[in-house]
């Protein structure tokens, strides 16, 4: 374990960190984010929209359909995952699949940074490899290629 894993503030694993290990146990997530690709290709703007249940898909994957999980668009415009709750908050402004992915890491491994990014970015690459292959990492973040960060 490094220095940064033992912290309890939320400091960020490095890319290195992030794919130095595969996950296990991925399969039905990455059937559930194949099968929501599958319903949502196409069209941008419909695919968008439908990140909230790509959200609610990934809970029921997680939790099962017994339990009371729900998305719900954050005022704070954040994402987030309140545990007591089990309420995956989307950022209405930034609609994103890595990001919405990283929320329901959090909500399947708990605070772990490591385990939230690993789970985002290996399922992402999994079922879009094309699409990986244009992100480059900022960080902890995976952006596209040229695009600048503030
Ligand atoms: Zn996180």
């Known amino acids: 374990m ?10 960020y694993p490095t890319a290195e960190e992030i794919m130095a290990g595969e996950m296990e146990g991925l ?8 099968n929501w690709n599958t319903c949502y290709k196409g069209n941008v703007e419909k695919r968008k929209l439908a ?3 790509l959200a ?9 359909t017994e339990a009371a999980c729900e998305y719900s668009i954050s005022k704070s ?21 890595i990001s919405t992915l990283h929320e329901a ?5 708990g605070s772990s940074e ?7 970015t290996q399922l992402f690459r999994d079922v879009f490899p094309k699409s990986y292959a244009k992100l480059e990492w900022k960080g902890h973040m995976l952006k596209k290629k040229g695009k600048k960060t503030c």
């Open 2 to 11: 490094t220095t940064s894993e033992k912290k309890k503030v939320a400091t």
């Open 27 to 34: 399969d039905k997530y990455r059937e559930a984010l194949k």
């Open 51 to 53: 990140i909230p249940l």
């Open 56 to 64: 609610r898909w990934m809970l029921v994957e997680a939790f099962g």
């Open 77 to 97: 415009y954040m994402y987030a995952f309140n545990r007591d709750t089990k309420t995956l908050f989307i950022d209405a402004y930034n609609l994103s699949i």
């Open 105 to 109: 890491g959090h909500a399947i491994f």
């Open 114 to 120: 490591l385990l939230a990014c690993r789970f985002s």
